[in-house]
Structures are given as C-alpha cells and as structure tokens.
C-alpha cells in the first residue's frame, strides 16, 4: 500500500477536488468522537441549566456530528464514482474488520443484558462491557459502519493512479502502529487533557461530595484565598520553593564541582550522595522527624554535651518549622541535582578547560564565568524539574508533621487531598488544584518558550 | 635508550603533596557532606536495634549497648494500624503485588508506545506525545478525581488492579519518552533492512529491537520500581485499608496518636519499607543513575 | 644556538600504559615542527606536556631555555590553538581574546593594543563585537588562533586546527598559518594526523608511532628517504609499493625475488656491506616510467594492468610483480585498459630497501 504512494505518477495527479469531501467526512467524523468523551467525561453537566431540552440536545450532540460525517460519505462515493463495489475492493479486508468491530458492539448492545449471565463468567469486567455496550454501543458500532462505508468508497480508487488520501493515510497506513498507539492517545486525552479540563471546570461548581453542576462562578476561589489554611500553605509552599531552589542548585553544583575534581572514589562519593534519593518522601519524612525529635534526637545530644540551652526543634515550632521539612527534602533531592549537574560538567569540552589553563584563567573563575554559562540548558532543565517537584509536595509533609503543628506545615497539595478525599468539599479541593496548575503554567511555559519555541540559535 | 644528561632543576613528575590544601578542602567538604547524608541511615540502624528503654536514654547517636531485633519483628508482623495488628508484612506483600503486574504492563505498553512513536512516525502522534510530556509535568492534584471517577465507572476504585492503572498511566510520560529516545538512536537502516526483508510492525518489535534494548529495559524496571514502591499519593487516594501499599501502612503505623510511641519499631519498619529501592539502589549502581537523568522530565 | 623547544627524555605512563617512551626533540627558534602520526602515536599527548596540561612521568622540557617541567601553563610562554577552538561561547570575540590578559591583571592600554594587532593580522576586526556561535568555522579557528596571538609568546603550539573544517577551507587556512608564521618567525609546533599539512608547513616533520619519534627531518628527505618501513608506508598516497625479497651486497648491489633479479646500481646504501638478506624494495608510484619514458630507465619489467582508477589530474594503474601488487601513477592523458601490457621501469636511485626483519633502511 505504501508503495504506491511513492511512484511518480500517483503524486502527478491533483487529489485536492475530493481531499475536501473525505476532510470532512474524517473531521466530523472525529468531532463525534471528542464530543463523546467529554460527555462521558461528565462535562455535559456544563449543559444543566438548559432542563430537559438540554439533556436531549446533549444526547444527540455526537449524533449530529456523525450525521454530517455520513452527508460528507455520500459526497465522497459521488466523487470517486466506483458506487459501492464489496469485491475487488482494495479495503475489502479493513472494511470487514471495521464492520466485525460493529457487530460485535451492536450485539452486546441489544443482546447484553438477556444474556448477562454468559457475560457474567468474565467476571467483573463482563458487567462493565455489557453496561458500556449498552450505553454506547450503539455510537462506537455507527462509527465502525461509516469507516468501513468510507474504505470501501475510496478502495475502488486505483492505487496506481490515484494518490493515497486522507481516509487511507488515517485508517489504512501504519495501522499495526496506531492501534498500538491507543492506550497512549487514551490516556494523553482521556486522562491528561480530559481530567485536566474536567477540573478545571468543575472548580466552578458548588460539588461537595459528589460532583455537582450547580455552577458558582469563582466563589470557591474567592473562599479559597479567604481561607488562612490556604493562605498558610501558598506562604510556605513559596518559603520552601524559593529556598529548596536555590540551595539544591548551589549545593547540587558544588557538589558536582567537587566530585568533578578528578578525585578518588568518585562512585563511593556519589553513591553516598544519591542513595537518599532512592528512597521515599513518607521514610525521609520519618527519618528526619526521628533525627529531629527534641526530646531523643539532635537538640537533646547537644544538650547533654553541655549546652543545655541549645533549641533546635523545627518541627515543633510554627516558625521554623518550614525550614525542618527543607533539611529533609534537600537531604533527599540534592543528589539527584548534584549528578544532573555532573552530566552537565561531564558535556563540557575538554579543551575549554585546557584553554582555560593555558590562559592561566583560575578554577574558580573558569566555573563561574566559563562554565556555568555553558550548562544554561542543564541548568533550565534542573529547574523546571525541581520547580514542578516543589508543586507537589506532600509526601513528605504528611509523613513529617502531618502538616503539624496546627497547620503551621500545610503545603498546597494536602489541603486539596484533604478537601477532595476527607472535608468533603470536592469544589474547594478543584479550585485550589487548579491554582496549583495555574503555577506551574506559569513556570511551564516560559520554559518550553526557551526549549522549544527560542531555540533556534541553540544548535550551535 | 639515550645517553642525554638531564640538566639539574626540576625533572619527571612533579611533586604533589597528598596533603596539599586543596586536596584537604576538597576531600575535607566531601567527607563532612557525606557524614551528614549517612546519618538519618546510621540513625535509622541503631535506633530500630536499641530497646525502648536505651531509648528513652537519650542519645540517638550512641550505638546500641545490648543489640535486639524485637523491634524489627514487631514491625514485620505485629505493629497496629488502627484495628489491623499484622504488622508491615500485609502492606510489603500489597506492595509487591501492586509493584509486579504494574512494572510489567506500564513497561510493555510504553516499549510499543515508544516504538511506534520512533520507528513508525504517523500523523498525530506527536500531538499525544506532546500533551503526555505536558502531562507530565502537570501537578497530579488535577487529575487525581476525574480517575477516581473513571474507575469507580468501570468497577476497579479500591481495588489493586485500579492501582495499577494509575501506575500505568502515569509511568506512561516518563517510560514512553525514555524508550522513544532510545529506539530513535537505534540506527535507521537497520529499521528499513528490515522492513525489506518483508517484517512487519511486530516482527521487528521482537525480532529486532527488543533484543537490541535490553539495557534500557533494565532502567525501566529501576526506574519503575523504585518509583512505584516510593509512591504514597496514588495509594493513599485508590485503594482501601486492606489494599494499602506498604508506604502508606508505615505512615499510618509511625503517625498513628494511639499508643505510645515505639521508636524502635518505627524506624526498624521504615528501614523495611526502604530496604526495597535501596537494594535495587546499590544493584543497579551507574544504571540507576541513567535511569534517573533519563527520567529527568518526571520530576 | 639556544633551543627555542627542548625536550629531555621525556617519559609519559598511564600506569602501566606507556605513551611517551624517553623522548627527545630539539626545536630551533622560529622553527615550524609538525608532529605527525596515526591517532593514537602521541603526538598530542607529546603536545599536551609540552604545554604543562599533562604532568609527565619522567624527563624534562625546556622553553627558551628555562625548565618549565614543573611550570603552570600559563606561565610557560605558550599559546594554544585546539581542535575544537575551545572559545568562551558566552563571550565576545573580543571578550575571549582578552579574558585571559584581564586575568592576568594587564593594563586596560595593553591589553586594548595586544587585541587591537591580533585581530589586525589575522583580519577579524569587524567579528570582535559577535560571539563564536555567530561565526564560521574558519572564522572561530581565526579567533582561536588570535587568543594564542594576544599572548605574545614565544612558542604556539597547534593541536590538530584544522580537522574540524571543510576540505576547501582547510586548504585556506593552511596557507593563512604558513604566511603567520613567516611574517612572525615565532616557534610553532603543530599536531596533526594530515600528511599534506605536515609537507607543506613544516620545516621539519615529526612522525611518531607508539610514543617513539620515528623520523625527524625536512619533508624532503622524510618522503624521499625514509628511515623504515612504517615511514616509508605512512607517507604518501598512494602509498609506497613494497616487494618483497632478497638483497645481495656483492657489487653494486641485487634484489631477487620471484622472478626478477634487479641490479641496484646508484642505490646509496646507508649500511655496511654484508652478506645476502631478506629485505623489502620500496618504489613510489610516480617514479615509474611507463612504456616509452620506461625505455631510458636502468630496471624494467613488464605487466598486464589489472584494475585501473582514474583520480583526476593523474591516473593509477595496478598491475604485479614478482608476487606483490604495483601500482603506478601516469598522467591522466595517458590511455589504460584493463587487460594491457605494460612496460614499467625505475631507477634504483630514487627507490628505497628496508631490512625485512627490523624494517629499518639499509
């Protein structure tokens, strides 16, 4: 089938007259099919406030789209004029596949629910094919139909004459690889775009147990930024961010920059390093909550060595005690930076340093004004990493304070944890999460900006 | 060889104190900064080994005078979470079945996502992969509720098999980019050999890549394990008591207000939880490390 | 004379890989050495010690006269110029030209002067405001060379300049290092894997092989008489053609070898007479006479053209004998067809014979 593609005389011939028939028909026939997911998905509560009428135009909404689509059809056979032909069809195979897709969904659609108990012996999962079937089956089995329809219009074409068009590049070429290609396009659209979305829209809701569609508008962000609990976390989510940044980039650096000293065991150093980081937020949580107990852990040894004034108890005192679970997380995270770093060193040419010697230019500079510039990616890529690390963080809250004492340790993820999953208050949980996505756009897209979109004078 | 004279002065290497100062400020740092990273371990080690009475002593550092494994035992099979009194063993044993069929699936479908992105460049795929390295970065507050919805939907909330979908979908960003970077540095001609010599979409997945990327299977597996074992939020949020992973038991044992607090077996139960990524930590060494800079995106 | 370069014995091991084995080399002043060998000879490692970025195992190194074995680079009176140009990325031309002096803590005056003539002799003035990455590979080497300048030293040591560079301007800017040096007579040791940059730059040539300079001469003599076989073979392309046989010293001197028994009258042997011994005739391609030009020759022999390539300005024809491969260059007027005979003749004062067991000549 390919090759075909790839003669001479098939790209000779104009295939713009009927590219716009099949556009459509594949268009629409895609609309359908997104519009489906976000109904599923639950964003037709969006459609609520219009009563019954509302619930009928939603229900027909990807209906509408595969109607246009199967207009487009009929369009397509008038153009490529071979009628429809079943043998000595080019597609004649695809389109049995397609048409088998159909039947079976058609089947269990109309036949599930007598025969239930057959689909019972798949257990669990043969309520839900017949409950989905049931439901849906019908959709997924009319867009089986229209793509074997749309194959068996365009299979007539010859393939010596005719350029392969958008119906045999979507559902023909490659198709082993797009099938494989689905959980992926599942989960990038259904859960990362779709949930996203789903959020973001619900935090516009009054839900409090279940989600609901009884549409606020920004009331929940409005008590949000009224509520001290938030307003405590947002202040030590930025203490501990600005802090962890700056010091996991300088430690992990010096770091680097020490173990980049051609030194002897090297791998010891490093793996001593970067064992902690192999390890879980919710164990470096308890370990640092043992080591700083005040009562068994470094203030009383100090104690007992004499000073026996010595406070140093961060996870009991409201103050400091941001700065406690920082000691843990750059225990945690810095090696991680330090070998970044290293990999950044490591790319760095030989002869800059060799020049450099010669040049007579000192280590210490050689780092700051030479070689620090010229790990400007490394350094972007670190910081976006521990930027959208910092977002996060809540293991390692939960397992050190508990958020503790009172909520002097809160961090924006638990208060949406705690909201969504135990003060039963869904809408506040969406609405604070959605903040958090808002601050990581904010550091994503300056970012992929420089990634992507400025780096054209990069590939020097 | 030669019967050149070296003239006097300086000749062959030159002399390098061992002691020199900058030798003492570079090992001298490395050796304090390590110290401090090797502490909470050692810590850990010589608490879960005391008694709670040399405990209640004071000194954390002190090593144990009397050494007893008690502590450990209670941990693996006695400690109570609320009304539960089998100890980290339900939630080690939790773990690894969650940690199995999870590493498993999340690493076959993102292999084949990986290749079909780097080997059969279709339209649209890289709008998906796209919006999955996004994905990534994405706070996962945002989507933890629409998944608690899809699976209460098709019957899995609670359940381990639902656990290991979330694992799967979001191990998908990470293993998918690390393939797909893997296989795209496969070199092209031996694809197109292939393909000429009449292989299909699968038959050069089995035949000709997957014997080709042993290595970056490993890291996956490293990168995998240790990332799911670590994992609390996703436990936590989709399974019930009975299905906790062992990191969200332990939790619930050490953070628990019952009872008085055993800090012996606190720590003896946490080095257990550890003891898993650690291992896999000093096994796999510099493949761990390319697994990580690999899965830099993930953060 | 004081040597501008001298190097002592010097010894180089990376534990018990020796990569420098007692090494001398004297290099006059506003001499131009290139060291020249197959990666892997040394030869930048030899470079690299005689700019103090390698601390050496044994021996000594002298620049102008002053032991500068335990010497920091900076202080040795060198300058530089690496394969990859090695420039700042981040700073301007004029930045990378003068970091080093602004280091070194020189007035503002100086320094502006020193950057002001590097960049006049090797004509990047209008490039000092852009950065490396805005200029051109050739551009970026200029730059290189022009750190080097600034310097105002006595020694430039080249690694390898121009192997990142295009064919074309390869060509260029081997003419450019070769009017610098004439125009400031400063001692240049120059690194490379090139035989073509090495003839034509050098006052003499270096050619190493295993951390053992093999052969130090003019390119003249190490072309037309090298001193052992990897020399003869190393040089020139296409290379030297070898037969193998016997040489027998009665007389004027005769090769045998299967099938031919060659009088090598005119020959200057450079050993002493002996009895007869395996050993390797060397002939390159361009000295044979072919057909008519082959008549007035003192050896000649016959064959039939076995694969012919044309290479442009000339053509090489193969054909054998005496139970080795021959190949031979002609004019590219000059007809050759496959299946041919051909006369060939040469004169045994222009050939090369090399004891068969040491390889050296004799």
């Given at each position: ?12 011939v104009?295939?713009n ?5 099949e556009?459509?028909?594949l ?17 037709s ?6 009563g ?16 246009i689509?199967?207009l ?6 008038s ?8 043998f000595g ?13 159909a039947?079976?969904?058609?089947f269990?659609?109309?036949a599930?629910?007598p ?8 257990g669990?999962?043969?309520k ?6 049931g ?12 793509i074997?329809?749309?194959l068996l ?6 393939p010596s004459?005719a350029a ?6 979507t ?7 797009k099938?494989a290609?689905i959980p ?5 659209i259904?859960?990362f ?19 609901v ?21 947002i ?11 700056v ?16 030194i002897?065991f090297?791998?010891?150093?490093r ?6 980081f192999?390890?879980?937020?919710i164990v470096?949580g308890?370990v ?8 068994f ?15 140093f108890?961060?996870?009991?005192d ?10 843990a ?9 330090m070998?970044l ?39 972007i ?10 977002v996060?963080l809540y ?11 009172g ?6 993820a638990?208060?949406?944890y ?7 208050n869904?809408?506040?949980g969406?609405a ?8 990581v ?15 054209k004078?990069?590939n020097? | ?5 070296l ?7 030159k002399?390098?104190?061992a002691?020199?100062?900058?030798n ?14 090797l ?5 850990m ?20 005078m ?14 109570c979470?609320?009304?539960?009194c ?8 939790n773990?690894?079945?969650i ?7 999340s ?5 084949v996502n ?9 339209k649209g795929?890289?709008?998906f992969?796209?919006?999955?390295i ?11 509720y629409?998944i ?5 939907e ?6 381990l ?11 998908m960003?990470?293993?998918t ?9 496969v ?18 997945y089995f ?13 996956a ?14 436990g ?6 009975d ?21 012996n ?11 898993v990524?650690l ?6 060494g ?14 | 004379?004081?040597h501008?370069?001298?190097?002592k014995?010097?010894?180089?091991a ?10 001398n080399?004297d290099?006059?002043q ?8 197959p990666?892997?000879?040394g ?6 010690c005689?700019?103090g ?10 620049i102008?006269?002053k032991?500068v ?7 040795r009176?060198?300058g ?10 981040q ?18 005056h ?5 950057v002001?003539?590097a ?6 003035e ?6 490396p ?11 290189a ?22 064919a074309?301007?390869?060509s260029?800017?081997?003419?450019e290092i070769?009017?610098?040096?004439q ?5 240049m040791i120059?690194?490379?894997?090139d035989?073509i940059?090495?003839?034509t ?6 050619i190493?092989?295993?951390g053992?300079?093999q052969?130090?001469?003019t ?18 392309s296409?290379?030297m ?10 007389g ?10 060659w ?5 200057e042997?450079?050993t002493?007479k002996g ?7 060397g002939?390159?391609p361009?000295?044979f006479g072919?057909?008519?030009a ?11 053209i ?13 054909t054998?004998v005496a ?5 031979f ?13 051909v006369k060939l ?6 050939s090369s014979?090399?004891d068969e067991?040491s390889?050296?000549?004799?």
């Amino acid at each position: 089938m390919a090759e075909s593609a790839d003669s001479g005389m098939a790209i000779a011939v104009p295939t713009n007259g009927r590219s716009g028939s099949e556009r459509l028909f594949l268009t629409s026939l895609f609309t359908g099919m997104v519009i489906w997911l976000g109904l599923s998905l639950g964003l037709s509560g969006l459609f609520s406030g219009m009563g019954d009428a509302g619930t009928w135009t939603v229900r027909l909404l990807p209906w509408v789209a595969l109607a246009i689509s199967a207009l487009a059809l009929t369009r397509v056979f008038s153009e490529v004029g071979g009628g429809l032909k079943f043998f000595g069809n080019r597609f004649r195979a695809h389109a049995i596949g397609w048409l088998i897709i159909a039947a079976i969904l058609l089947f269990i659609a109309i036949a599930g629910q007598p025969l239930q108990s057959v689909f019972d012996l798949l257990g669990k999962s043969g309520k839900i094919i017949v409950r989905f079937c049931g439901e849906h089956g019908y959709f997924w089995a009319a867009c089986a139909i229209l793509i074997a329809l749309g194959l068996l219009a365009i299979g007539v074409r010859d393939p010596s004459v005719a350029a392969p068009g958008r119906m045999e590049r979507t559902f023909v070429q490659k198709l082993t690889a797009k099938v494989a290609a689905i959980p992926m396009a599942l989960v990038a659209i259904g859960v990362f775009t779709g949930g996203t979305l789903w959020t973001v829209v619900f935090s516009f809701t009054n839900s409090k147990l279940l989600p609901v569609t009884k549409w606020v508008g920004f009331d929940q962000y409005i008590r949000l930024w009224g509520e001290s609990r938030w307003i405590i976390s947002i202040k030590n989510l930025a203490i501990y961010g600005v802090c962890s940044l700056v010091l996991s980039l300088v430690i992990g650096f010096i770091l680097a920059a020490l173990l980049d000293q051609k030194i002897r065991f090297e791998n010891t150093f490093r793996t001593i390093l970067l064992y902690p980081f192999a390890l879980s937020f919710i164990v470096t949580g308890l370990v640092w909550q043992w080591v700083l107990n005040p009562d068994f852990g470094v203030q009383q040894v100090v104690r007992s060595l004499g000073w026996s004034n010595f406070v140093f108890d961060p996870l009991y005192d409201q103050n400091i005690v941001i700065f406690g679970i920082l000691i843990a997380g750059l225990w945690q995270g810095t090696g991680f930076i330090m070998c970044l770093m290293l990999a950044g060193l490591r790319g760095i040419d030989e002869d800059i340093w060799k020049a450099a010697r010669v040049d007579g230019i000192p280590m210490w500079r050689t780092y700051i004004f030479v070689v620090l510039p010229m790990m400007r990616p490394v350094l972007i890529t670190t910081l976006v990493i521990i930027a959208s690390g910092i977002v996060r963080l809540y293991d390692l809250v939960v397992a050190q304070t508990s958020g503790g004492p009172g909520i002097a340790s809160e961090v924006p993820a638990k208060y949406v944890y705690d909201k969504m999953f135990l003060g039963q208050n869904l809408a506040q949980g969406f609405a604070a999460s959605t903040m958090m996505l808002l601050s990581v756009f904010i550091i994503l897209v300056p970012w992929a900006y420089l990634e992507f979109g400025g780096g054209k004078n990069k590939n020097d | 060889m030669t019967d050149t004279t070296l003239a006097s002065g300086p000749a062959g290497p030159k002399p390098k104190p061992a002691f020199s100062r900058r030798n003492i400020i570079i090992y001298g740092s490395l050796i304090v900064i390590c110290l401090y990273y090797l502490v909470p371990l050692y810590v850990m080690i010589v608490t879960s080994l005391k008694g709670m009475p040399e405990i209640r002593l004071g000194n954390i550092f002190s090593p144990p005078m009397e050494i007893t494994f008690q502590p450990w035992v209670k941990a693996w099979a006695e400690a109570c979470t609320g009304l539960n009194c089998d100890g980290l063993s339900r939630g080690f044993w939790n773990s690894v079945k969650i940690l199995v069929p999870s590493v498993i699936v999340s690493i076959i479908i993102a292999s084949v996502n990986g290749y079909a992105l780097a080997n059969w460049r279709f339209k649209g795929a890289n709008i998906f992969f796209t919006i999955l390295i996004f994905g990534s970065f994405i706070p996962y507050q945002v989507m933890l509720y629409p998944i608690v919805i899809i699976l209460r939907e098709i019957g899995l909330y609670g359940s381990l098999t639902g656990l290991v979908i979330v694992h799967t979908i979001f191990g998908m960003p990470i293993l998918t980019l690390l393939f797909r970077n893997y296989f795209t540095s496969v070199p092209e001609e031996l694809f197109k050999a292939a393909r000429i010599d009449g292989a299909g979409f699968w038959g050069i997945y089995f035949r000709i890549m997957l014997p080709m990327s042993l290595p970056i299977f490993v890291v996956a597996m490293i990168l995998q394990v240790t990332g799911i074992w670590n994992d609390f939020l996703f436990g936590v949020v989709y399974t019930k008591p009975d299905t906790y992973p062992m990191t969200v038991q332990l939790n619930n044992i050490v953070n628990s207000v019952q009872g008085v607090k055993e800090y012996n077996v606190n720590m003896a139960a946490t080095i257990i939880t550890g003891l898993v990524p650690l291992t896999v930590y000093f096994i796999s060494g510099k493949l761990f490390v390319r697994g990580i800079a690999a899965g830099a995106v993930k953060g | 004379m004081q040597h501008s370069v001298s190097i002592k014995d010097l010894t180089l091991a990376f534990g018990n890989l020796t990569v420098l084995d007692s090494l001398n080399l004297d290099v006059d002043q506003g001499e131009f050495i290139v060291l020249l060998g197959p990666s892997g000879c040394g030869k930048s490692t030899l470079l690299n010690c005689i700019a103090g970025l390698l601390d050496v195992t044994g021996g000594q190194i002298f620049i102008e006269g002053k032991n500068v074995t335990w010497t920091e680079p900076k202080d040795r009176g060198i300058g530089m110029v690496f394969q990859s140009y090695a420039l700042y990325p981040q700073m301007t031309v004029e930045r990378n030209l003068s970091f080093g002096l602004r280091v070194a803590g020189l007035p503002k005056h100086d320094i502006e002067q020193r950057v002001k003539r590097a960049a006049e002799v090797l004509q990047i003035e209008p490039l000092l405001d852009r950065k490396p990455a805005a200029l051109s590979g050739g551009q970026r080497q200029r730059v290189a060379i022009g750190r080097a300048l600034v310097r105002d030293v006595d020694v430039f040591l080249f690694d390898e300049p121009l192997s990142n560079l295009d064919a074309k301007l390869r060509s260029e800017l081997r003419v450019e290092i070769k009017r610098l040096h004439q125009r400031l007579k400063n001692t240049m040791i120059y690194v490379t894997h090139d035989q073509i940059e090495a003839l034509t730059l050098a006052d003499r040539v270096a050619i190493m092989k295993g951390g053992i300079i093999q052969q130090l001469d003019t390119p003249h003599t190490i072309y037309h008489k090298p001193v052992n076989l990897f020399v003869a073979g190393f040089m020139g392309s296409p290379s030297m053609n070898f037969i193998s046989g016997k040489v027998a010293r009665d007389g004027d001197g005769r090769f045998t070898a299967d099938g031919v028994d060659w009088n090598l009258k005119g020959y200057e042997f450079s050993t002493e007479k002996g009895g007869e011994a395996g050993a390797v005739l060397g002939i390159r391609p361009e000295h044979f006479g072919v057909n008519g030009a082959a008549d007035g020759m003192p050896i000649t022999f016959e064959g039939e053209i076995e694969v012919v390539e044309p290479m442009g300005s000339d053509t090489v024809g193969w054909t054998s004998v005496a139970g080795s491969q021959i190949k031979f260059r002609v004019d590219s007027e000059f007809e050759l067809n496959v299946g041919d005979k051909v006369k060939l003749g040469f004169d045994p004062q222009r050939s090369s014979v090399f004891d068969e067991q040491s390889g050296d000549r004799i």
